[in-house]
């Protein structure tokens, strides 16, 4: 590998990962949000510094696994307001020339048909810079507002694999010549060469046309995929491009490569491109920057962490002893992220408990911190992209666009200079530029 990828993490929401970050002094999200401005500054200093792409979360519902209700989040807005990410990918999209926009979407009570009509329609007004971020939806308050039960966690991924059936389907229906778009003789499309869909599976119908134009990069958007339990891998060996996963710690991430290319391996697939979300927290100096955490983890409460923790869990926390080993508990909601969060290192040397694992996840959403100046935050990115044998980094920051601003500006050139994040993109589409 020559060089790694970056992509950059947000939630159209008050905050990405840091609960309270919007009620920091440094924090302009909650400003910007509303409008496109703050969101194409971002995008622009992104494509300065040669990121693939901005990449969005998407929780779309306040969480109400926390004693029962949502009123914690609303309380202190912790991912709520939640807003659809999409608008916001095409605003970035039209402020930038390079820079791909990867956004989530749940097959939980979605159609496939919809979902490809998006996606697609966004892909090709954007020459190709688009990414999907596929999820089977594991918050029971997703479900409880499209009026469905929440499945069993395997059960998800079966209907996340026919979801995607009809979708490569739909993108597959094209084949050479169809659009001759022939002016002189009044011909657009060749019936004959755009395969109608016809599917009848258990969970999916459908009987349709292609809705839109073919994707600019290779037929289809770019697939990302975190699943991480054992049917969540089969599931994004099967499908993604590239794989967004949290780990904790650089033994953590090594594993997690190593489980993942058996898998590969298993399915008779080459692995894939792992991108490790990683939290920063830059400043001038490496002071200042701890200084900057300290005042985060300060004004963060503790209910908004144990809230927040509650969601990927599907279990109250304010019912559990919060001293208690987190790998103690079973889940049938993110087993990946259990599993993940299990695995930092508690205060005391001991597995980590409940306690410490709201707070790290309140703070970081369990992803390792880099605290530091520039130089201190480029070497620290450097050990964990060479040790951990992944293909890169989707960042997060947890003021913005401050710390974005800084990162480009301080970071980026001493990656540049020792030759390990690119000066120029490799072409015009996301898919290019995210293989190169």
């Keep these: 590998m020559n060089h790694m990828h970056l992509v950059h993490m947000f939630f159209h929401s008050p905050i990405t990962h840091t609960a309270l970050s919007w009620a920091s002094e440094n924090d302009q999200q909650l400003a910007g949000m509303g409008g496109f401005e703050h969101w194409q500054h971002i995008a622009r200093t992104l494509e300065r510094g040669g990121f693939d792409a901005a990449f969005f979360a998407d929780t779309p519902a306040a969480s109400d696994q ?94 996340a694999d026919e979801f995607m059936e009809v979708c490569y389907a739909l993108w597959d229906s094209f084949e050479p010549g169809a659009l001759p778009m022939d002016r002189e003789a009044g011909i657009f499309g060749d019936p004959s060469k755009i395969k109608k869909v016809k599917h009848e599976g258990k969970y999916f119908k459908c009987e349709a046309v292609s809705p839109t134009m073919p994707s600019p990069q290779g037929g289809r958007p770019v697939i990302f995929q975190a699943g991480s339990s054992g049917r969540g891998m089969a599931f994004a060996v099967d499908h993604a491009d590239a794989i967004f996963a949290i780990q904790p710690n650089i033994t953590a991430m090594r594993k997690f490569r190593e489980r993942f290319d058996a898998a590969a ?110 130089e201190q935050i480029a070497d620290k990115l450097e050990e964990l992209w060479r040790e951990s044998g992944g293909y890169g980094f989707n960042l997060s920051a947890p003021t913005k666009p401050g710390m974005i601003d800084e990162f480009v500006d301080g970071v980026v050139p001493i990656l540049r200079k020792r030759g390990l994040l690119r000066s120029e993109y490799a072409g015009s589409t996301l898919r290019e530029n995210l293989m190169s």
């Design 265 to 374: 391996i298993e399915q008779g697939k080459d692995p894939i491109g792992i991108l490790f979300g990683t939290q920063y927290v830059i400043g001038s100096t490496e002071a200042e920057a701890k200084q900057r955490l300290a005042d985060l983890r300060e004004r963060m409460p503790l209910e908004a962490g144990l809230s927040r923790l509650s969601a990927p869990l599907g279990v109250d926390c304010s019912t559990l002893d919060l001293d208690q080993p987190l790998e103690e508990l079973q889940t049938n909601a993110s087993r990946g992220m259990a599993q993940a969060l299990s695995q930092m290192e508690g205060g005391s040397g001991k597995p980590v408990t409940v306690r410490e694992a709201a707070i790290q996840i309140g703070l970081s959403m369990g992803m390792p911190q880099l605290v530091g100046g520039p």
């Design 66 to 159: 926390y004693k029962g209700g949502p009123e914690t989040p609303i309380k202190y807005g912790v991912v709520w307001p939640t807003h659809d990410p999409s608008p916001v990918a095409a605003a970035m999209a039209a402020a930038t020339k390079n820079l791909g926009v990867g956004i989530t979407i749940s097959v939980a009570g979605s159609h496939p048909y919809i979902v490809y009509r998006r996606l697609s329609t966004l892909d090709y007004i954007t020459g190709g810079r688009v990414a999907w971020n596929v999820v089977t939806g594991h918050m029971q308050a997703e479900h409880k507002a499209l009026g469905q039960p929440l499945m069993g966690h395997d059960e998800r991924y079966d209907v």
